[in-house]
């Protein structure tokens, strides 16, 4: 079987991935303790930013870089339901 | 925890009464689905959908320090604590359970198999690798259990105090009631009902126990930071008035900032640390449980915003408490107790903070009594004897016989530990090790140049040289006390597992290089050819 072509979507999302762990290290809000909304630090808000990101990047991830495949594979080798598996390899 | 009360008050230990009662309800319920077959107990029959994958997977994930440790690490260190440990977690879990999680799932449905150990004895064909791996992952894991064992029993204490004052009296050196502990039930039987309670719901309902279990718990802790931040809020004059008074305060201001506070370089290589969920391996059976790949997606896109939905609110508490609290708390630990104690002065709320805190170090340790139980009948008993020596109920008594003796002795070396000086920097030396083994898992799912030698070598190598470490550092903090050692957790300005991460992968890589790659028959199993032809 041939592998499957990768689309630029999935190159986009791995690149948004690293760009997101680069940007984890915000140096430029290290000591400022200005509040956001009159109550939130913004080294506080820009990490709760980045929580919300992460969960956007994720939900990228699952929408365009998806292993669709491995749910096939996975059944296609499986022992039936229940079935006994024992300690010696 | 410091809720003083008054004497004979009762409702926060009936709040907590009826939470515990609650679960043992569940436990009932859990167990009358029960199918009476192993992979049943052990793992659902690979049944859990995306939402109880979600819920039972956060809830491991998170221990009590979610709810009180990061309240008072924000008190002492400040905001920084969330990009430390819950922004780093938020990205890095969810990484896991795409990279590694999803394709572990595939890998045990199609080769059926329920430990990590045997998953790896079969990956690098290597019966050594799972001898040397089991009593590693189990040394790893019972301190994890003992540090929620302890904490669940010094958490009840303060709670309760004051509802039997005749009953357990903890009196000063003068001979006055101690106000933040006096009449509460005492850690011995905290710890023991805690114990006997998620011994209950995972020795009859098994994972699907848990998994119920888990759900119940992680809303109940979610819930109660948001409560809690509420309230204190509130009482505190509003958002913008309780964060101005930080702001104004000449020490708690530091506190919005992270200078001084927290060093660039530990802020960044905590990010080893959250890779430890890739080896949990009572991660990698909840894992297994997921119905279909598809059930993985929620818990994928869902877990940093849950995180944050716990974390925020606590991280703003412990902020606000630098400049509120006033004698400053001496333990960080009981930051917010006092918060809630102080401000808000409601018995029901000192319950459901208890119910709360008890959930997050349940939630945890349900799935870590079950894991072990799991690994002992599958890697010890049907190892020696067998896989078709005992029928399927007789396994599942076997994982109940082992479950048990584990919850004896977790209870036991709990009474023992309780006051020792360093159980919950335990913790973080736990997660150190497991993301130590991190290259080994990411080895076994994406490089199939990876060799049994490699394995080895990478598993050898994390164990010394974190012994090395860890006795370096037990010996560093020995006069220290307790609660007062993080500084130490840092070794030349980077975090430990740092160290032992690099050398752990750089023993798997230069070994695997040295010796002859596996046979392709050997290795094919275990990798979809669509994704690695």
Not at chain 2, 261 to 276: D, K, M, V, W
Request: aromatic share 12%; with cysteine; hydrophobic share 55%.
């Amino acid at each position: 079987m041939s592998r499957p072509r990768r689309s630029n979507a999935w190159r986009l999302v791995w690149i948004a991935a690293a760009l997101l762990f680069t940007l984890h290290h915000d140096f430029w809000f290290w000591d400022d303790r200005s509040l956001v909304f009159g109550f939130l630090p913004v080294g506080l808000a820009y990490h709760a930013a980045y929580s919300i990101a992460a969960a956007l990047l994720w939900l990228a991830a699952v929408k365009f870089a998806w292993p669709s495949h491995i749910e096939q594979w996975a059944d296609a080798g499986a022992p039936p339901p229940e079935a006994k598996r024992g300690g010696r390899s | 925890m410091n809720l003083t009360l008054a004497v004979g008050d009762h409702t926060p230990l009936l709040v907590i009464v009826a939470y515990l009662a609650l679960l043992i309800v569940l436990g009932v319920a859990s167990a009358r689905l029960f199918r009476g077959t192993a992979a049943d107990y052990f793992l659902v029959s690979r049944s859990v959908g995306s939402f109880l994958m979600l819920m039972s997977i956060f809830g491991t994930t998170m221990t009590g320090f979610a709810l009180v440790g990061s309240t008072g690490k924000a008190y002492s260190t400040g905001i920084g604590v969330y990009g430390l440990m819950a922004s780093w977690s938020g990205l890095i879990h969810s990484a896991c359970f795409f990279l590694i999680g999803i394709r572990l799932w595939a890998v045990g449905k199609r080769h059926g198999y329920l430990t990590q150990c045997e998953y790896f004895r079969e990956r690098f064909d290597s019966p050594a690798l799972g001898y040397i791996l089991f009593p590693i992952l189990v040394a790893l894991v019972i301190p994890y259990l003992l540090v929620g064992v302890i904490g669940a029993g010094k958490a009840i204490q303060p709670i309760t105090s004051g509802t039997f004052p005749d009953l357990f009296p903890v009196l000063k050196p003068d001979g006055t009631p101690n106000p933040a502990l006096h009449g509460g039930v005492p850690p011995w039987l905290g710890m023991g009902v805690i114990c006997f309670i998620v011994l209950f719901y995972v020795f009859f309902g098994g994972l699907r126990g848990a998994v119920w279990a888990n759900t119940l718990q992680t809303l109940v802790f979610m819930i109660t930071g948001v409560v809690a931040f509420y309230m204190i809020a509130s009482k505190l004059g509003g958002l913008t008035v309780a964060s101005e008074a930080v702001a104004a305060h000449e020490k708690a201001a530091t506190r919005l900032g992270r200078e001084g506070l927290i060093g660039r370089a530990q802020f960044f290589t905590y990010c080893f640390i959250p890779l430890s969920v890739g080896m949990f391996p009572h991660l990698f059976q909840h894992w297994l449980t997921a119905k279909s790949a598809k059930a993985f997606r929620l818990t994928v896109v869902a877990h940093p915003v849950c995180i944050a939905i716990v974390w925020l609110p606590c991280i703003m508490i412990g902020v606000w408490a630098a400049a509120a609290l006033n004698p400053p708390a001496a333990d960080a630990n009981t930051v917010l107790g006092r918060m809630v104690s102080t401000f808000v002065h409601q018995p029901w709320l000192s319950g459901l903070l208890g119910a709360g805190i008890l959930a997050a170090i349940m939630s945890s340790l349900d799935s870590q009594f079950m894991c072990i139980g799991t690994m002992f009948t599958r890697d010890v008993v049907l190892r020696i004897t067998g896989p078709d020596r005992f029928t399927d109920g007789q396994k599942i008594w076997i994982g109940r016989g082992f479950i048990l003796g584990i919850v004896i002795v977790s209870y036991l070396l709990a009474l023992v530990l309780q006051k020792g000086t360093h159980v919950f920097d335990l913790g973080v030396w736990c997660f150190s090790g497991f993301a130590s083994l991190f290259p080994l898992v990411f080895a076994a799912v994406y490089w199939r140049r990876a060799t049994k030698a490699g394995a080895i070598a990478c598993v050898l190598v994390t164990a010394v040289v974190w012994t090395i470490m860890f006795t370096l550092d037990m010996i560093a903090k020995a006069d220290r006390p307790p609660g007062q050692d993080d500084e130490t957790l840092v070794f030349g300005a980077v975090m430990p597992v740092t160290i032992i991460f690099a050398a752990s992968t750089a023993a798997l890589i230069v070994v695997s290089l040295l010796t002859p790659p596996p046979r392709r028959e050997a290795i094919d199993r275990f990798f979809d050819p669509l994704e690695t032809a």
